[in-house]
């Protein structure tokens, strides 16, 4: 059962940049609440990319750090993932997830249990 919907996946050349958004407003208006954004490449497992609670601290991978922004204007609006000078090494399935009422907010797999049905996102060179 999908939870969390996403959209904004596309296309794009190297360089280029796509926001990705996250409807996962049925949880947000919670007073704790994590969204994180994860990708999975064909034959991987899924990789947290950044997350954002409740009160706005945002967390990043190593990988993405400078070049993606997560974001949440207020609880009742969707989380963004905003991806800048996209490479073709960011190619993969991005999946949004989400928790509520916990006091951590780290982007780990298996600490969420509400998951959307994946966008996907493709970088040519």
């Known amino acids: 059962q999908v939870h969390l919907v996403e959209s904004g996946g596309g296309s794009v050349q190297s360089g280029g940049s796509l926001r990705l958004s996250c409807d996962a407003s049925k949880y947000t208006t919670a007073s704790s609440y994590c969204v994180g954004w994860f990708l999975q490449s064909p034959g991987k497992g899924r990789e947290g990319v950044a997350t954002?609670?409740?009160?706005?601290?945002?967390t990043y991978s190593d990988s993405v750090k400078g070049r993606f922004t997560i974001s949440q204007d207020n609880a009742e609006n969707p989380v963004y993932l905003q991806m800048n000078n996209l490479q073709p090494e960011d190619t993969a399935m991005y999946y949004c997830?989400?928790?509520?009422?916990?006091?951590?907010?780290?982007?780990?797999?298996?600490?969420?249990?509400?998951w959307g049905q994946g966008t996907q996102v493709t970088v040519s060179s």
């Open positions: 997830a989400a928790e509520v009422g916990g006091v951590w907010c780290d982007p780990i797999e298996s600490e969420f249990t509400i």
């Open positions: 954002i609670d409740a009160d706005g601290t945002t």
